[in-house]
């Protein structure tokens, strides 16, 4: 079984709705990341947590918002989602600096 | 911010050496990394070098560190058809809130022709 899961692999939705992507990891790690990747433009940090009681602001939280539910669960959350959310999302995790990433969410907005 | 630079597009010929080359800028970095991401698949670490090294050699792959120029490479030996990907420089940088983060490039995507 994969470490890093990630629900839905794949989500079209229109513009407005509410949309959330969730994460698991059995890893047993404490910190847990989500990235989008854009073509040409790697990939950008959304938000990060450190531990369940702890969230970070990336570089573009603006029109996102995170859940640490647990230490191995970690969902984002579109609260009204635009075309240019249209994007691959990505979630990690860590117990060191080293990240191991999921397989990918491809989320299209219409 | 950081900032992680990296070229887009390399092309070589099977059984070729790639050099993919990468330039970050933050000083403090005690970790980087090179990840390989596949058609339709995630980012699958490849190989990692701390901050204090020159040099790593692991099978197939060399990854040089010039910590005064900030650059860092990796070489793939041999290449085959199978290493097509593209492949993310990446640093471990310090994020405002005093805790670290890594830093993507917007990756290399390697051709490899037969």
């Known amino acids: 079984d994969a470490d890093v899961t990630q629900t839905p692999r794949n989500r079209i939705t229109k513009t407005g709705k509410r949309i959330m992507l969730e994460c698991s990891q059995t890893k047993g790690h404490d910190r847990m990341y989500w990235y989008r990747q854009d073509p040409g433009l790697g990939l950008q940090l959304i938000y990060y947590?450190?531990?369940?009681?702890?969230?970070n602001k990336g570089e573009i939280s603006d029109g996102y918002s995170v859940s640490r539910q647990a230490q191995a669960k970690f969902s984002l959350s579109l609260e009204s989602a635009i075309p240019n959310q249209t994007a691959l999302y990505f979630c990690?995790?860590?117990?060191?600096?080293?990240?191991?990433f999921g397989p990918g969410t491809r989320l299209t907005v219409l | 911010g950081e900032d992680v630079e990296q070229s887009l597009f390399l092309s070589v010929r099977e059984g070729d050496s790639s050099v993919i080359n990468c330039t970050y800028t933050?000083?403090?970095?005690?970790?980087l990394y090179w990840y390989k991401q596949e058609p339709g698949a995630g980012l699958q670490l490849l190989t990692y070098i701390f901050s204090n090294m020159d040099m790593k050699q692991d099978q197939r792959l060399t990854v040089l560190l010039n910590k005064k120029d900030k650059h860092l490479s990796l070489r793939i030996a041999d290449t085959q058809t199978g290493d097509s990907a593209i492949y993310f420089c990446?640093?471990?940088?310090?994020?405002?809130?005093?805790?670290?983060?890594?830093?993507f490039g917007s990756g290399t995507r390697l051709q490899v022709q037969p």
């Open positions: 933050d000083s403090s970095s005690t970790y």
């Open positions: 990446a640093e471990s940088s310090l994020m405002d809130t005093g805790r670290r983060a890594l830093t």
């Open positions: 947590s450190f531990d369940v009681k702890d969230i």
């Open positions: 990690a995790t860590s117990q060191g600096d080293t990240q191991y």
